[in-house]
Each structure stands twice: as C-alpha cells, then as structure tokens.
C-alpha cells in the first residue's frame, strides 16, 4: 500500500508533510489540492515529518491537504519520439499542452504512444545480454535509434525471444529476457530511469582523444573541447554568453544536441524552435532540429523544476550515448540551478555556506560534470557526452561559489570578459586567461597532429604566446606612452592585435563568418602567424598603426567572404601586395 | 473583496514584527488575503496551525487582540474595458475619484505562458532616440530596464518612449513613485489625449513599502487581460524596481531568512524573473512589451538588483551625463537590446548592424585616447580624429535629446564616419561601403 500524509507546514514550494509510512529520499508525491495533484519530490526527512520540494506553485494549498506517495523517483522516459522534442524540465511534452498559459497538475506523455515503429531486431533468441545491450532498432526521423536492455536490468539475461521485424508502437513487448534466477521480463521499446542517477552499461570510459569541432575559431583553434569533455563559459550580463553558446548549438559536431533552458529567458528558448527547423546543419545538410531535443525551464516556471531540468537532460544525453552516437549538452544556466538549490537549503533553514549556497555545491556540480565523457559501449563501439554548461556570476565577479565549483569540475574555461563585450569584440572570450585542459592531453594531441597538420599544437602555442606578448606590450604603453616605448613594443602590439581582429573575433550574425571550417581555421592561422613572424621596421609608431589596420581590414574582408572564392583570393593578393611593400 | 458572512474571526496574534503577524488559524490557504485589524495582509509561511502573513501596510500600530479574518482567495483584480484612463493604488482601488471597476475578477500573478505557445518578438519599437533604436533597438515582447542613478531623467526619457510607440495600451506601474514624478506622468499622459490608452497602478512614497509588493501583479493582470483577451500591444511600465526588491528584502528579513548578497533574500532572482517574464509575444497578435526602471547606486551595476535584473531582462538602457558633450546620453557600452538582431537589417536598413558596430567601435578608441590625453601622452592624429568624432557622436546620435527616423540615424552617422576616417578604419563590409560611403 502506498504512504499516504497529510500536509502541517508551507513556505513558498517548500512543504511539510507529515506521513503515515515509509518514504523514500527522492521518492516521488502527489499533493491533492482540491482535485489538482501538485508533483513534489521529498528532499529532506526527519522522523515522521517529510520536506518535499513542490515542482508547481502552491497558492491555494493548505494544512490538511492529502498527499500520496508514488514509490519511485524522478524518471524520464527514454525511447524513440525524444528527438525535436520540446520538453518541460519534467518532461512534459510542452507541444501537447492545451492552453496559451501553463496550467498547474497538467502534465503530458513525453512520448507518442500511438505512433507505429518499424522494428528491425538486432540480436536474436538465445544471446546473452546486458543492460544497454543492442536489441533491436527501429528509425527515428533520420537516425537509427537502438532498442536497448533496460539500464535497470543487472547480471546477465538470455534473449527467450525478440518480436519479428515489423510495425509496433512503444508499449509493445518487443522481446522477451530471462534472468540468471530464470524469471523471464518483457522489453518494451520505451524505459524509465531515474535521472538523478548516472546511466552506466558500458564497458569503459577512456580518456578523450579527439576534439569537437564548433566553427568558432577562439574555441577550436585556441581552446578546443574535446569529444566527452566539459567546459564552462562564465560571464557578466550581456557579453554574450547566449549567442556564444547558440553558435556552438548550431554548428556543434555532434549526432545530438540537447538543450537545456534552466531559469533562463523563455525568448530565447523561442528563438530555438522558430528558427532549428529552418536552419541547416552544416555537418549532415539536415534541419537542425533534427538532431536536437529542447528541455525548457524558463525562469518564471516553477523553481524546484530547474534541477530536474538538467539532470531529465543529462538522461537523453547518456541514452543516445548509449546507441553510439555523439551528443552535445548544452545548459543555460548552472547559476540558476545552483541558486535553487540555495532557496531550498534556505527554506529548510539549514546552515548556509558561502554566500549562503548549501555546502555541498561543489559535490553536486562536480558529480553532474562527471556525467559527461567518451564511452566504450559493451559491443565495442564508442559515444560521448560533451557538457558545456553556462555560469552567471553574481555581478560578474569569477570569485564566487559557482564559479569557483565549476572551474574546479570543467576541463575547459571559456571567460567572458566585460571589458572586450564593451568594446564589441565578440566572441567575448578572455584569449589569454581562458584554457583547454585538452590541448594539453597526448592523446588529443596526436590527433590534432594527425587530422590538421603535424606541428599545428606549436603553433596555437605561438600565437597564443603573441597575444599574451601583445597584451603586455599594451600595459607598456599605457604607462610609458607611445612614444616612450621602443618601436618593437608598437609592432609586438599590433600583431596580437591582428590576430585578435582577423582570427579571433567572429562575427555570430553573418552567415559566412559565423561557421568557420577547421581547414579554414588552418589556413587564416598560417596566413596571420606569416604576417606576425615578419619584421616590419617602421620608424613611426603612426605608420605602423596604419599598416597594420589596413592588413586587418582585409583579413576581415577575407572572413566575411565565401572560403577561396573569388572575392577572397582578390583580398588575399591585395594582402601580398600590402605585405610586399613592407616587412622581410 | 467583500467579506462573507459566514467568516470566522480570529482575535489572538502570536507575534507582531514590523512587517509581519503570526497567529494560529486552521484551514488558511497558502498566498491568501487576510484583514488584520482592517488593513490587508497575505498568507505567507504555514507551520502547524501558526500562520504567518505580511501586512502590507506595515504593522504600526496593531494590536495583539486585532480582528484577523480570512479571505479564501489570493489577491485579485476586476478586469474589463473600464480599466482604461484609470489610475489605482495597489489593491486595485481607484484613486481618481471615480467609480469602482466592473468586471472578470481575475487572479493577480497568475499561471505562465507555455513557452512553446510564445512567438519570436518582431516588431520594431521606435522611439526616435537613437541611443536607443540605432544601437539598443526595442522590439515588442522585450523586457528591459533604464539603469540609472536616481539624478537621471529616466522618468521623463520613459514617458517619451511610451508616448512615442506605437502601442494599443499603456499601463504605468508606479512604486515608490515620489508624488512630484506621480504627478508628471498624469499631467504628461492628460497632455497627450492618450489617457483613454493609459491604465496606472500607483503606490507613492507617502504609501508603505510593502504594499508595492502588489504592484507589478496588479499592471500585469491588466495587462494580460488587454494582451490575451483583446490581442492588444501593450506597453508596461514599471518604476522604480529597485524600491519594489528593496520591500520583497524588508518582507524576508522580517521572517528570518538567511540573506544572500547585498540583504537581498535568496528568491531575488526568481521574484523579479515572475514579474519581468510576462513580457510575451502572443500568437493571436497581442504582446506585453515591459519597459521598467532599476535605480543605481553611483552607477553600479554589480549590486545584486540591478545584476539579477540584467540577468533575466533583455537588456538594459543605460543612461549617464556625458561631460564632453554635455548631454546626458544613452551608454553605447553598457547598453544593450537583445532582441535588436531580430529587427535590425530585417525591418530596418541592411546597413544597420554594421553601422551601429563601426560606430561603437570607434567610440571605444576616442575613450582609449581619452585616457591617454589624461595620462599626459602626445595623442596621434587618429586619436585626435577619434575625440572630434566622439563628441559629434555623443551630440548627434547618443544624446536623448535626439528625435529622428532610424534612417537619419544610419544617415548621420555615415557622414559622421566620413567625415574623419576612412573606410578601412571603419571595418565595415567593403560592399556597404560602396554603397553608403558618403565621400
């Protein structure tokens, strides 16, 4: 039977209820307000008294109220049908919902129980097999979606049978397992798990060996993520950080992108599902939304929900993992789900840490962070989750918890800075205190030696150090003035300058410039590094100045047109010239 | 609210603090009105059978044995064309003399838009200040604030902006609106024959800071009423913000919660994201585009109101004086609209985007000279070039004074460019340089 309770305290979406049986940490409940049933999820308790976090508003409620609980946690659904979703962090399905506005115990299937498959089995009657492992397949949109042995499943299990290749719907058993005791179970082509719970199934998760492409250059180029890596992007309001992280979205090289709006701008959730299904990924030709799955929890949706966003996220994620293929999670933003962590914790009165979050932040962003990595699956074949989550430091100060936690979980560091976001020199990546962990990796290396050119790790090197150089030069000549410095300092300057300019800067908005091919990334980075290996020898700081725009204002002609086109091979002879004037 | 009959009537307080009553009650709702001891109070923290409620007008004054009853309903407003040309306090009562409202009573902040019903915001809302629609350029369905220091002239630069859009409704929420400002906007909206399209709640200093907690709600019901029900454009503004976030601080403070940064409780950013995100583009044509201001303390953003604010709006308009030009200008720097790629070059001139970029940029370098100058170095004829283009820059496009079409905006600052640079400095797209170049 299940624990039935009755609530005795409300504040704001924390409630207090007093059961009358087990419950569970994380068990599920219903809250019954007047014939509405509020989902809430127990957080805390303490002898027969139970906290449970509401996932609605609680207007209305009272003392009194009953509450029955479900006997699982928080779980998301996993089978074909998740792809161009558009889900609530509960995963709801919001496109199913009657109603412009949000109504509170509306909740929808998040998969089409109706639609027919066309199943294809995998293995046959009589392997043995293991959560994760391969059953069959059936076709989702363009991409074959594997039907797997439930996560749940543990020790081995014999396949008794497997459906006949043809048409089901989801709640079909498509085959039939014996366990090691010889209890047999059906499989269904959809399974539950819950998502607070990292999905594992596979045979190992090795070091990540090569990187992810996104187009944009300062990442690629300066500060690659790798496949089943992690990275971070912090950043004062409005340097950014969205339209970075939609670059990275849009032109990502990944087989899934899941996008996970938490207490984020509901705006910019609508800019994803008006414009993917007309635009184009530039990797497969296909529409963009296509590949991708959309978990929203705009910040005027219920608080306690922003958690489950990203974990029913990071779920998807490590479910096509599974199939072997590559997926892209993008979360905007872990502040806010750190931040609701913290009107919890406050709610709960418990001691507060450091501006007063709860003091197992870092674990909780850390173990998240873990989630994410290249796997080897049980049959051989490899995917990867890459997690690139955003950071909105309170005030724009890195000194701050989550930061703070984060950098200490992601491998990369992507620091948006006010000051170049000011001057409009986007992407407002910090060139010089923003890293890759992975740059650093032999394994990464190699296979940027490998797939770019032999050498090319030397010579991001190089002109990362000319940037930082240039930089340094800069403060010189703040203090000194221009004309108490030596002309090299002018010439060191404006060769980070020119790459800044020319390589690094990259205009989001305009269709060419925006994507931007590694063998392109290539051949600009040995065009400038040429240029910034010359010696110039000017005799008047003026003259170099000039010199140098006019070289800057033709690379970014060169940017802005179409890769060895005509026009660009104009502006490329008319950059030979320039340099042939000058310089040896 | 009329009170019912059959209302039970409690006379015991528990505990009295500046801005909150506990008492025992049974079968309280949470988010309910109450009366206690005549003024109105709201349901906020249940524990057993204590009940605790904030006061909206403060508790000076009230006594242990005051009369608590019960409403059985969060706050609400009447809703209908009657509305229009009104001016409310922030129980929605009318403050103009006039009669009561008739109509759909309707719960003050209510339910969210599904986003996936919302539509992408695409209509330009000019405002002839090119501060704002060349460089920050408004769009219907934003949301976005004036920072500024209390000495700018925001109330005046906000009810410019609200005169000159093109909207069906205008509904000014007013907290801690000083009764001088109060009454600037009356005169300005009488003066204007828009007051038909006006609807205001107001809540002014002289009034206790709690009840503004209501405020925002109050506009926002109304405005959802015109938006959803009518398919109406509607323009909300609400000033000042920072005064609303300095009551919801009072309120937490009083029951004991453990404060975040700046005193400002930990649900900041949640409580101003319900208020600032039901900015909406509907689908049937009807849209609630919130214009609001967030004071600052010596311009700094970093304080936590005005940084959660820039966290959650879409975009912000800063305002500052400007000593060389003597103009109080809109900030090309820590300015900025979100939405503005979805108008520029699209529902403007292709050139746009481009413009407003070379523009900026070439301010950012007249600042660089500027610290030079000030540091004492000689300054090299791009430098100079760069400071005389800053102050035709300021005068003429940032100042917000200025009142001119989009496209004598682009227009002006072509010439602008020509005037002291060439094209190569500018950086623009050589084919837009062909085309506009004003040589």
Not at chain 1, 466 to 490: C, F, T, W
Not at chain 1, 512 to 520: A, E, K, L, N, T
Not at chain 2, 360 to 383: C, E, H, I
Not at chain 2, 420 to 434: L, M, V
């Amino acid at each position: 039977m299940a624990t039935k309770g009755i609530v005795t305290g409300i504040v704001s979406n924390l409630v207090t209820v007093k059961v009358d049986g087990p419950v569970g940490e994380n068990e599920l409940c219903h809250i019954n307000l007047g014939g509405t049933m509020l989902l809430a999820e127990v957080i805390k308790v303490t002898g027969d008294l139970a906290s449970v976090q509401v996932f609605e508003s609680t207007r209305g409620l009272k003392n009194g109220d009953e509450v029955t609980f479900l006997g699982r946690m928080l779980e998301a659904s996993l089978g074909p049908g998740l792809l161009s979703g558009v889900y609530d962090g509960l995963q709801n399905d919001l496109t199913t919902m009657q109603g412009v506005f949000l109504k509170r115990g509306e909740y929808t299937e998040p998969l089409d129980h109706t639609k027919l498959w066309d199943f294809r089995p995998l293995a046959s009657a009589g392997d043995t097999v293991h959560a994760a492992d391969w059953l069959g397949e059936v076709t989702e949109d363009w991409l074959p979606h594997k039907i797997m042995v439930p996560f749940s499943f543990q020790g081995d299990y014999t396949v008794v049978s497997l459906a006949a290749p043809g048409q089901y719907n989801i709640d079909k058993t498509i085959a039939v397992l014996r366990d090691e005791d010889g209890v047999e179970h059906n499989v269904t082509m959809c399974q539950r798990w819950p998502v607070k719970v990292a999905v594992k199934g596979y045979r190992e998760k090795p070091r990540p060996s090569r990187i992810m492409e996104t187009g944009v250059r300062i990442i690629d180029t300066f500060n690659p993520i790798a496949e089943g890596g992690t990275g971070f992007i912090p950043g004062p309001f409005g340097c950014g950080k969205t339209v970075l992280q939609h670059a990275i979205a849009k032109q990502g090289e990944a087989d899934i992108v899941v996008m996970a709006a938490c207490g984020e701008r509901a705006n910019e959730v609508v800019e994803i599902f008006t414009e993917y299904p007309e635009l184009i990924d530039p990797h497969t030709g296909r529409k963009l939304m296509e590949r991708t799955v959309i978990i929203c929890n705009t910040s005027n949706m219920p608080v306690a929900a922003r958690e489950a966003s990203v974990y029913t996220a990071m779920t998807i994620c490590e479910y096509y993992r599974a199939m072997g293929y590559r997926c892209l999670l993008l979360a905007d933003s872990t502040s806010r789900w750190a931040q609701a962590l913290r009107e919890m914790s406050n709610r709960m009165e418990e001691l507060p840490g450091q501006d007063a979050f709860p003091v197992d932040l870092s674990a909780i962003i850390s173990n998240f962070y873990a989630r994410a990595g290249q796997v080897v699956l049980n049959n051989g074949k490899t995917g990867a989750v890459t997690f690139i989550g955003t950071v909105s430091p309170a005030g724009g100060n890195l000194k701050e918890p989550v930061t703070e936690s984060t950098k200490k979980a992601a491998r990369c560091f992507y620091a948006l800075e006010q000051n170049r976001a000011d001057q409009k020199r986007y992407p407002a990546v910090n060139p010089v205190e923003s890293y890759s962990k992975y740059l650093e990796y032999p394994e990464i290396q190699r296979t940027l030696e490998e797939t770019v050119e032999r050498g090319w790790i030397a010579k991001v090197l190089e002109a990362k150090n000319l940037v930082r150089r240039g930089k340094e030069m800069a403060e010189q000549i703040n203090i000194l003035g221009d004309d108490g410095v030596p002309m090299s300092y002018h010439e060191a300057f404006w060769k980070s300058e020119l790459i800044d300019f020319a390589f690094l800067q990259q205009d989001a908005f305009d269709a060419i410039d925006s994507v931007c091919p590694m063998d392109r990334q290539k051949y600009m980075l040995d065009l400038i590094l040429d240029i910034c290996r010359r010696n110039f020898d000017f005799d008047d700081y003026e003259k170099c100045r000039a010199y140098f725009k006019e070289m800057i204002n033709i690379l970014k002609q060169m940017n802005y047109s179409e890769f060895k086109s005509e026009g660009f091979d104009n502006y490329n002879t008319s950059l030979t010239q320039l340099l042939s004037e000058h310089g040896n | 609210m009329a009170t019912k009959a059959y209302q039970r009537i409690y006379t015991k307080l528990q505990a009295i603090t500046k801005a909150t009553v506990s008492l025992n009650a049974t079968g309280v709702a949470n988010d309910e009105l109450a009366l206690v001891g005549g003024r109105l109070a709201q349901v906020v923290k249940t524990k057993g059978e204590r009940i605790t409620m904030q006061v909206f007008s403060g508790t000076e004054g009230i006594p242990t044995n005051a009369e608590v009853s019960f409403f059985g309903e969060p706050p609400t407003l009447k809703v209908s064309e009657q509305l229009s040309g009104r001016f409310f306090n922030a129980y929605g009562k009318p403050i103009d003399g006039g009669p009561e409202v008739e109509g759909e009573v309707r719960e003050a902040g209510g339910p969210s838009v599904n986003p996936y019903k919302r539509r992408q915001p695409s209509q330009l809302i000019p405002t002839g200040i090119a501060g704002i629609d060349l460089n920050n350029t408004l769009v219907s369905g934003q949301k976005i604030p004036f920072f500024a220091d209390p000495d700018q002239p925001y109330n005046q630069v906000m009810a410019d902006v609200a005169m000159r859009a093109d909207v069906d409704k205008i509904i000014l929420g007013g907290m801690g609106l000083s009764n001088d400002d109060y009454l600037f906007f009356k005169h300005t909206f009488e003066s204007a024959g828009a007051l038909d399209r006006i609807v205001s709640f107001v809540n002014t200093t002289e009034e206790p800071p709690v009840e503004r907690l209501l405020i925002p709600d109050m506009a926002l019901t109304a405005a959802e009423y015109f938006a959803v029900d009518k398919n109406e454009k509607v323009l909300v503004l609400l000033t000042d913000m920072t005064l609303y976030a300095d009551a919801l601080s009072i309120v937490s403070n009083r029951m004991d919660q453990i404060p975040s940064k700046d005193s400002m409780p930990g649900s900041l950013y949640s409580d101003l994201a319900k208020i600032y995100e039901k900015a909406v583009q509907l689908p049937d044509g009807g849209s609630i585009t919130i214009i609001a201001v967030t004071t600052l303390n010596d311009g700094d953003i970093t304080h936590a109101i005005p940084d959660n604010t820039g966290y959650i709006t879409e975009g912000q308009i800063f305002l500052r004086a400007d000593s060389d030009s003597g103009c109080v200008i809109v900030d090309p720097f820590r300015s900025l609209s979100r939405l503005k790629q979805l108008v520029q070059g699209k529902k403007t001139r292709e050139d746009h985007s481009q413009v407003m970029n070379a523009g900026v940029r070439l301010y950012a370098d007249a600042q660089n000279a500027k610290t030079k100058q000030q540091n004492g170095f000689d300054l090299s004829d791009y430098d100079l070039r760069c400071l005389d283009y800053a102050k035709d820059y300021a005068k003429e496009l940032l100042s917000i004074d200025v009142n001119i079409t989009i496209e004598e905006m682009l227009d002006t600052a072509w010439r602008l460019f020509a005037k002291y640079f060439t094209p190569a400095e500018t950086g623009i797209k050589q084919s837009f340089i062909d085309k506009y170049w004003k040589a």
